[in-house]
């Protein structure tokens, strides 16, 4: 394992909470959160379903009007972030309130929390932000099985890995390909596939096994994988 992800790793299990592990915290609803973040919330697959279906729109019209993407510096895959106005503010925010309040992406759900996903152990890890809070931080105590009761998160356990097992089997195929050998083909087909070809009226897990397969096929008919 390099260094840097050394002290990821030992970060991860520092920060790490436990389900009676308390923090406090209270939204006031203040937007804060959605407003000149340090980093764009990074989206998931699922999170496109989830947004598409409580919108009742395509996945691809999430992925026009709220999002921008790049590829990724260590994955060298497609990666998906909400897309921000001028002014610092997520796309989906309207007058200080969430618009997908309830179909809310992941990222955004555990705040002020943070989750990980272990591919090894396959199970979602939840940490502490330190530093990473912006808005309220006071407020009413929260055990983490509290938290994520209230977002119904546990259910999005098995879909979210589902996506991420995925996503981690695109990773080892296209890290080791150089940036700029990545063709606009092999992008496009990678992008369909990990955020938008996804049916809103079918269930996710199997559509992500469907789209890992068909990737699978694409990687070896183009000698990407053996
Ligand atoms: S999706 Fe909703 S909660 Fe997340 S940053 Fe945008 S407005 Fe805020």
Not at 45 to 69: C, H, N, W
Not at 160 to 166: D, E
């Amino acid at each position: 394992m390099d260094t840097h992800r050394e002290e990821l790793v030992n970060d991860i299990l520092r920060n790490k909470l436990s389900p009676t592990d308390t923090f406090s915290f209270s939204c006031r609803e203040c937007g804060a959160c959605c407003r000149n973040r340090a980093t764009p919330v990074m989206l998931t697959g699922l999170d496109i379903y989830r947004i598409a279906k409580g919108l009742s729109i395509d996945p691809y019209e999430v992925l026009t009007r709220y999002t921008t993407g790049y590829l990724g510096q260590d994955s060298h895959a497609p990666v998906v972030v909400l897309r921000e106005r001028l002014d610092g503010s997520c796309s989906l925010l309207r007058k200080g309130k969430c618009t997908v309040h309830s179909c809310k992406p992941i990222a955004c759900a555990v705040h002020p929390i943070g989750r990980v996903i272990d591919l090894t152990q396959k199970k979602s890890i939840y940490i502490r932000q330190p530093g990473g809070y912006k808005g309220a931080v006071d407020g009413r105590t929260w055990t983490l099985d509290e938290w994520l009761d209230t977002w119904n998160l546990k259910e999005l356990d098995a879909p979210s890995l589902a996506w991420n097992l995925m996503a981690g089997m695109v990773a080892e195929v296209m890290h080791p390909i150089k940036l700029e050998h990545i063709g606009r083909d092999v992008i496009w087909e990678l992008y369909q596939h990990m955020y938008g070809d996804y049916d809103v009226h079918r269930d996710f897990i199997p559509q992500v096994e469907e789209n890992s397969e068909t990737l699978r096929q694409f990687f070896k008919s183009h000698k990407m994988l053996k």
